[in-house]
């Protein structure tokens, strides 16, 4: 059985930061990307952030861009999410993701992704 467990979150005041961990298990992940969703309340799921599974490719929405940064430890099956200079807005809970491979086209896409963690909350308090 494939899980992602998600972990790390909490509340935070605004410009702070916070990293998320997700900690996959049940299967090796070799060649899979990683991704980072988030849902804030009454909105829609949107991608935050995806690493290959080298950690040569990097994808981030712009509204995160400079601010977060994705990182991976294959040996630990891990990848981190690090979230600097938060914002009210980023108040959401966040998702963990695995995709078979890289498409710099489709790589935001959840549809892209067939394996999900249940999500962490971040609260941003202003």
């Known amino acids: 059985q494939v899980q992602l467990v998600e972990s790390g979150g909490g509340l935070v005041q605004a410009g702070g930061s916070l990293r998320l961990s997700c900690a996959a298990s049940?299967?090796?992940?070799?060649?899979?990307?990683l991704g980072w969703f988030r849902q804030a309340s009454g909105k829609e799921r949107e991608f935050v952030s995806a690493i290959s599974w080298s950690g040569s490719n990097t994808a981030y929405a712009d509204s995160v861009k400079g601010r977060f940064t994705m990182s991976r430890d294959n040996a630990k099956n891990t990848v981190y999410l690090q979230m600097n200079s938060l914002r009210p807005e980023d108040t959401a809970v966040y998702y963990c993701a695995a995709s078979p491979g890289w498409s710099a086209s489709a790589i935001r896409t959840m549809s892209r992704y067939n394996y999900w963690g249940q999500g962490t909350q971040v609260t941003v308090s202003s």
């Open positions: 049940g299967r090796t992940f070799s060649g899979y990307v």
